[in-house]
């Protein structure tokens, strides 16, 4: 059971972080800024 807890812990750790670099390269590529998309027009 260790076994399969560790597995699945060093996946994660991985994915994790594939995930934060992808969503901060969006924020840091796409046009504009998030939080005036976010907040709207006004």
Known sequence: ???FILS???YLVPTFLGIT???FSFV???PGDP???M???R
């Open 35 to 37: 939080v005036l998309l």
């Open 21 to 23: 670099v992808i969503a």
């Open 28 to 30: 840091r590529i796409l």
């Open 39 to 41: 907040a709207g027009e």
């Open 1 to 3: 059971m260790l076994r």
């Open 8 to 10: 699945k812990f060093l």
